[in-house]
Nanobody
Framework: VQLQASGGGLVQAGGSLRLSCTAS????????IGWYRQAPGLQRELVAT???????DYKHFVKGRFTISRDNTKNTAYLQMNSLKPEDTAVYYC???????????????WGQGTLVTVSS
């Protein structure tokens, strides 16, 4: 199982980016996907999750600005990020795991990360 994250870049505050996470191997549709991020010097933190049933959850600091989605026909999950802030600057990672209710259990498989830099 491999995950490939892409779509990061440099954007001004208030701008938008869409990240993609494409999976190969395994059965993508049965897994939940979690997007995480890690800023320099900080721990990796969960940002948003989407279950196999399409249910979504967001951390408070991105709620209303980010949207997670998935297209099982393309084995791809997305993270649409709007109204970006400098504090959103981080390396963003995707993870395949399980979701029970609103709780996400991260799996062993991570994408390589994609850097998002938001300038003020």
């Amino acid at each position: 199982v491999q995950l490939q994250a892409s779509g990061g870049g440099l954007v001004q505050a208030g701008g938008s980016l869409r990240l993609s996470c494409t999976a190969s191997g395994g059965t993508f549709s049965i897994n939940a996907i979690g997007w995480y991020r890690q800023a320099p010097g900080l721990q990796r933190e969960l940002v948003a999750t989407i279950g196999s049933d399409g249910s979504t959850d967001y951390k408070h600091f991105v709620k209303g600005r980010f949207t997670i989605s998935r297209d099982n026909t393309k084995n791809t999950a997305y993270l649409q990020m709007n109204s970006l802030k400098p504090e959103d600057t981080a390396v963003y990672y995707c993870n395949r795991g399980e979701k029970i209710g609103s709780y996400y259990y991260k799996g062993d498989y991570w994408g390589q990360g994609t850097l998002v830099t938001v300038s003020s």
